[in-house]
């Protein structure tokens, strides 16, 4: 069983930055394609960010792209997700997600086969 555990989240003005991460146990992390979404309040899930198990390969919202960047670190099974130049409309809980059976990436959140709690980001105009 594959646990997600989101950190990092909180207040920030608009124009900040802030990272938050992801720290997987159980599984095998280095095999898995790991996705960020986010979910404001009164809206659908949405798609941010996933990388590729190799991390050789990343997808991006066009919403988000040039102002996020999502990472990973397999020998710390952690995936990370930058964000700067942040707005208002960026306010939502972020979750990660881990897809285990894809050779590719994904931006389908019902593709995606464990999902962490979320932390809550809240950018102050």
């Known amino acids: 069983q594959v646990q997600l555990t989101e950190s990092g989240g909180g207040l920030v003005q608009a124009g900040g930055s802030l990272r938050l991460s992801c720290a997987a146990s159980?599984?095998?992390?280095?095999?898995?394609?790991m996705g960020w979404f986010r979910q404001a309040s009164g809206k659908e899930r949405e798609f941010v960010a996933a990388?590729?198990?190799?991390?050789?390969?990343?997808l991006y919202a066009d919403s988000v792209k040039g102002r996020f960047t999502i990472s990973r670190d397999n020998a710390k099974n952690t995936v990370d997700l930058q964000m700067n130049s942040l707005k208002p409309e960026d306010t939502a809980v972020y979750y990660c997600?881990?897809?285990?059976?894809?050779?590719?990436?994904?931006?389908?959140?019902?593709?995606?086969?464990?999902w962490g709690q979320g932390t809550q980001l809240t950018v102050s105009s």
């Open positions: 997600a881990a897809e285990v059976h894809k050779s590719y990436i994904v931006e389908v959140g019902r593709e995606y086969d464990y």
């Open positions: 990388i590729k198990w190799t991390g050789g390969s990343t």
């Open positions: 159980g599984g095998t992390f280095r095999r898995y394609n």
